[in-house]
């Protein structure tokens, strides 16, 4: 029973790691569309959403039949119970390059955001999928030093969404209605999709060394 067990857990990790290798092609995709004005990435990215949530779901009802079948106690414990949190993250960031695309479909053929910020996005986007990569290899090896370098280029993305509204609110914006919601969306989505990484390489980092207080995060 107990190798039974340990298979199972490594089933859980692998499906950890496709789904968040579908991410970081969902998030490469949509940066793409997004900066580019490429509406044939931003359809793709937006119907290749339902596999991620499609897997999601399955992880989740896997670890819940692991919960109820083999009742694991302390450590294992905690590895299914994070399975579904992670999932539930990796989900979200999903859903959060889902919104991306959808802005640029949205706005084709026109870019949507002004030029002044386009250098701005194109860095957050660079950023997203960095740290999109590196979460899938902090899934699939574990090694802790990933998740300090997640942390440090979500950082980065913090200021940069700072620098957006902080653009979007001065008195020499002269973007429309339009291109200030435009930009404030899509500068959160950016931001929220790095957050959840943040989030799952705490956990991950909390699981490899035991050490909760080591790593912020949400």
Not at 97 to 115: C, D, G, N, S, T
Not at 122 to 144: F, H, N, S
């Amino acid at each position: 029973m107990r190798d039974v067990f340990q298979q199972e857990l490594r089933e859980v990790q692998d499906r950890l790691v496709e789904i968040a290798e579908l991410v970081v092609i969902s998030i490469e995709n949509a940066t793409t569309a997004f900066n580019e004005s490429d509406v044939r990435l931003a359809d793709e990215v937006i119907a290749d959403d339902d596999r991620i949530d499609t897997l999601a779901l399955a992880l989740d009802e896997l670890a819940i039949e692991i919960l109820a079948r083999q009742q694991p106690v302390a450590r294992d414990l905690r590895i299914v119970v994070s399975t579904l949190r992670i999932s539930a993250s990796l989900e979200r960031m999903g859903d959060l390059a889902e919104h991306i695309a959808q802005l640029a479909r949205y706005r084709f053929p026109e870019k949507v955001v002004p030029a002044s910020l386009r250098p701005t996005f194109t860095e957050m986007g660079r950023l997203d999928v960095e740290i999109a990569r590196k979460l899938a290899d902090l899934l699939r090896t574990q090694d802790v030093d990933l998740a300090e370098a997640i942390r440090t280029e979500d950082d980065r993305v913090d200021e940069l969404h700072a620098g957006v509204f902080a653009e979007v609110l001065g008195a020499s914006w002269k973007g429309e209605a339009s291109d200030t919601v435009d930009a404030t969306l899509a500068s959160r989505y950016h931001e929220r999709f790095a957050d959840h990484a943040v989030s799952i390489a705490k956990k991950v980092r909390y699981l490899a060394t035991g050490d909760w207080s080591s790593s912020d995060g949400a």
